[in-house]
C-alpha cells in the first residue's frame, strides 16, 4: 500500500514514467494504479485524441509498440493502457525493443494479472530502468483486518474489531471484493461513522449472531445449545453457509489449535503471528485450548476429515446437511 502511495504521489508531482508493468496475484493494486492514470493524466479534452485502451486478447505487441510511437496529439502526452496484458503471455518478451528506448511522450501501461513476470528477464529490467516495474502481491489473511482498518482511516471512518474480523472471515483476502462492500457501507454511513456488526449484518448479509466463527467461538466454549442452533441455521440457509466451506474453516480451526498446543512460545503476538489469524479472535483459541486436550485435538482433526470428503459429496450424496452437520458436532463434542 506504501508503495502504491508512493507511485500515486510522484504521478501527482508530474513525475510520470514513460512505461508502466504492473504485475502480480492481486488485481486490486493494478486496477486503483491504471484506473488512476485513467483518469488524472490528461485532461477530458485531451482523452478524445490521446488516450487508447487496448486488450491483451485483441491485440499483438505490435498493434501495441505501433499505438505506444505515435505522437499526441495537442497535448503534452498520450495515454495507452494495455488491460488483461497477460493474455499475451506467449509474445510479451517481443516489448523488449520499445521497453529499451521507450517514446517519452507515451505514457504506456500493462496490466498484468494473476501472473509475474520472473525479474531476471530482460524485459523486466529494461522496463525497471527505464520506467517502473510494480508487483502487487496478495496479502495473507492476517494481513487483511490491518489493511480494511487503514483504508477506511484514510476515508475518515473506523470499525469495530468484530465487523473488521467478520469481513476477512466472509471475503477472505479479496482485496476488490472487500473494498466494494466497503463502499456500500460508505454510501449509507456518514464520515467518522465507526461500522459495528450490526451495520455489516443489516448491509452485506452476513449474520452478526449466525456465522461461522460465531459458530467456532461456540465450539470453542463447548456451548452446545448454541452450536446446534447456529447448525440448523445453516442447513436452512445453505446458499449463505456452504457445508464445504462450514467443515472446511472448523478443520483450519482445529489444526490451529494443534499448532497453538505444539508453540514453546505462547506469547499472544507470536500465536497471531505464527496461526495467522486475527489477534481479535486469540481469546477464542485461548478458551478452545482449555477445553479441548491436544490429544482430542488430533482425534477431531481425523473425523473431521472424513466430514470433510462427504461434504464434497463423496459417499453420502444421500445426507441431508443437517445430518452433515450434526455428525461434525457429535465428532468434536463426544
Known amino acids: 500500500m506504501d508503495e502504491v502511495v508512493k507511485i500515486v504521489n510522484d504521478l501527482k508531482n508530474g513525475i510520470i514514467k514513460p512505461i508502466y508493468f504492473l504485475m502480480g496475484d492481486e488485481p486490486y493494486y493494478i486496477d486503483k494504479l491504471s ?43 498520450q495515454v495507452v493502457i494495455v488491460k488483461e496484458a497477460q493474455d499475451l503471455i506467449k509474445t510479451i518478451e517481443n516489448l523488449e525493443k520499445y521497453a529499451e ?60 474489531p468484530k465487523a473488521n474480523a467478520m469481513l476477512v472471515e466472509f471475503l477472505g483476502n479479496d482485496l476488490g471484493k472487500i473494498n466494494n462492500e466497503l463502499e456500500k457501507l460508505q454510501i449509507v454511513l456518514p464520515k467518522g461513522s465507526t461500522i459495528t456488526a450490526k451495520d455489516i449484518e443489516h448491509n452485506i448479509g452476513f449474520s452478526k449472531d449466525f456465522n461461522v466463527f460465531e459458530l467456532r467461538k461456540a465450539i470453542g466454549e463447548k ?57 481479535y479472535f486469540l481469546k477464542d483459541y485461548d478458551v478452545a485450548l482449555r477445553n479441548y486436550p491436544m490429544k482430542k485435538v488430533s482425534a477431531i482433526v481425523a473425523n473431521l476429515r472424513d466430514i470433510d470428503v462427504k461434504s464434497k459429496g463423496v459417499g453420502a450424496n444421500a445426507l441431508p446437511e443437517i445430518d452433515l452437520l450434526k455428525e461434525m458436532l457429535f465428532a468434536i463434542f463426544s
Not at 490521446?50 to 505487441?61: A, E, H, K, P
Not at 453457509?241 to 474453516?249: D, F, G, I, K
Open 35 to 77: 484506473d488512476y492514470i485513467e483518469q488524472h493524466i490528461l485532461t477530458e479534452e485531451e482523452k478524445s485524441f490521446n488516450q487508447t485502451i487496448l486488450y491483451g486478447r485483441d491485440v499483438s505487441i505490435e498493434d501495441i509498440i505501433g499505438t505506444a510511437k505515435r505522437y499526441p496529439m495537442m497535448a503534452e502526452r
Open 101 to 160: 528506448n521507450p517514446m517519452a511522450t507515451t505514457v504506456l501501461v500493462l496490466c498484468y494479472k494473476y501472473k509475474t513476470l520472473d525479474k531476471r528477464k530482460k524485459l523486466i529490467k529494461l522496463i525497471d530502468k527505464n520506467g517502473l516495474v510494480f508487483e502487487s502481491k496478495k496479502l495473507y489473511e492476517n494481513q487483511v483486518g490491518q489493511w480494511i482498518s487503514r483504508l477506511l482511516q484514510s476515508k475518515n471512518y473506523a470499525i469495530e
Open 223 to 279: 456451548n452446545q445449545l448454541k452450536a446446534y442452533q447456529i447448525a440448523y441455521h445453516f442447513a436452512n440457509n445453505p446458499k449463505d453457509n456452504p457445508m464445504v466451506m462450514t467443515v472446511s474453516l472448523i478443520f483450519g480451526f482445529f489444526v490451529q489449535l494443534l499448532q497453538y498446543h505444539g508453540l514453546k512460545d505462547k506469547n499472544p503476538k507470536n500465536v497471531a503471528t505464527v496461526l495467522k489469524v486475527n489477534p
